[in-house]
């Protein structure tokens, strides 16, 4: 059995030839190199796209007469937002995404606020049914420029080995 880890361009690869960690990973961590600063228009846009009627994400009147007194960031675009910032180094090569477990948005976010994430890999295998790619946990948190943790949550998805990525083959 060989025991498998991400690379940083996003791909599965071996680390090591025999034995097997049993899925524990070793505690490998991302810290994404991208930040983020929330403006007011992706804030407004991912709210109407979603069709999120709740007027604390749109309205600054009513949002000023709220407990936070401004209007308060989609929680949604907070947890797509860590996603993504997440992506260059976990997922770039994505087969699927199995599963989203354990989300938590310990501290809202703000119009302003930039947001930074981390990675730790939490579980890795080859996957049982398709040899092209290996399955991977990571739990990812994202914090705001303060350094107060705005979004926790595991995610559980299928990466392509390098080579087996359809991208890969494309004839340009």
């Not at 034995?19 to 190199?33: N, P």
């Not at 049982?128 to 979004?151: D, E, F, M, Y």
Request: glycine share 8%.
């Amino acid at each position: 059995m060989r025991r498998w880890s991400l690379r940083r361009d996003g791909y599965w690869r071996a680390l090591v030839r025999k034995g097997s960690d049993g899925g524990k990973a070793r505690l490998d961590i991302y810290k994404h190199r991208l930040g983020r600063t929330v403006t007011e228009t992706d804030n407004t846009l991912f709210t109407a796209l979603t069709l999120n009627s709740n007027p604390i994400h749109f309205d600054q009147n009513l949002a000023e007469k709220t407990y936070y007194g401004k209007i308060l960031v989609n929680s949604c675009y907070t947890l797509s937002l860590a996603v993504g910032l997440s992506v260059a180094d976990l997922s770039e090569h994505v087969m699927a995404n199995l599963g989203w477990d354990g989300i938590r948005l310990p501290a809202p976010v703000f119009v302003g606020d930039t947001i930074y994430a981390s990675s730790a890999i939490l579980f890795k295998r080859d996957s049982s049914s398709r040899p092209n790619v290996g399955l991977i946990t990571a739990k990812t948190t994202a914090h705001n420029q303060h350094g107060r943790t705005v979004v926790v949550y595991e995610r559980t998805f299928l990466v392509y080995r390098r080579g087996e990525d359809p991208r890969d083959h494309l004839q340009f």
